[in-house]
């Protein structure tokens, strides 16, 4: 079982930053490839960025690609999602997801993934 907790949100200016967490409990969290997935309200839940279990692989949405780094360090049990350049329409809920491998389906699709945090709240102001 794992339990994955972000924290890290809040109000910033486009053209600003801010660097997510996600802390990880957990024997197997360093075996697990994790995700990062957004939610603006009333629409669907958007693939971010995901990272393999070495973090030797990483793959970006294209809306974010260029601005957006993900990384993990499995000594702490965290990965971060560090956003610069933040955008209005990157205001969303931000989820820190896991995958365990069980399911073979495309990284971006989050029925992939077996655990969700419950999620931080990410606003840009225009």
């Known amino acids: 079982q794992v339990q994955l907790v972000e924290s890290g949100g809040g109000l910033v200016q486009a053209g600003g930053s801010l660097r997510l967490s996600c802390a990880a409990s957990g024997r197997t969290f360093s075996r697990y490839d994790m995700g990062w997935f957004r939610q603006a309200p009333g629409k669907e839940r958007e693939f971010v960025a995901t990272?393999?279990?070495?973090?030797?692989?990483?793959y970006y949405a294209d809306s974010v690609k260029g601005r957006f780094t993900i990384s993990r360090d499995n000594a702490k049990n965290t990965v971060y999602l560090q956003m610069n350049s933040l955008k209005p329409e990157g205001t969303a809920v931000y989820y820190c997801a896991g995958d365990s491998g069980r399911v073979e389906i495309a990284r971006t699709n989050p029925r992939k993934y077996d655990y969700w945090g419950q999620g931080t709240q990410v606003t840009v102001s225009s």
């Open positions: 990272i393999s279990w070495s973090g030797g692989s990483t």
